[in-house]
């Protein structure tokens, strides 16, 4: 575990694109929102889930290893990937929520 631990805080740009791979399924999910199916809402819950979590931490992820002194070029490199990571997360949260809330 402390081995996983040490790769993750070495590598923040792949932690940034494996944020980016999961929110790759979000994406899909927010265009076709309206035609999941019966279980939409655990499956788009577990999604967001899976892909706000991985966002976060790579964040911190980001914060701690320019704590520790990592290039600049790396770090505005891993935080542009985590921006396109974000949006999608971020359209799918807004579009669950307003299902949820909206009138049944």
Known sequence: MTRLLHLIERWPLGVSILALIASLSTIGMVFGFGNLGFHSDRIVSAMWVL???????????????????LSSTKIALSVVVLCFAFVPT?????????HIGGPQ
């Open 90 to 98: 971020v359209c799918l949260g807004l579009l669950f929520l307003a």
């Open 51 to 69: 892909s706000f979590c991985l966002s976060c931490i790579a964040v911190v992820n980001l914060i701690r290893a320019e704590s520790r002194g």
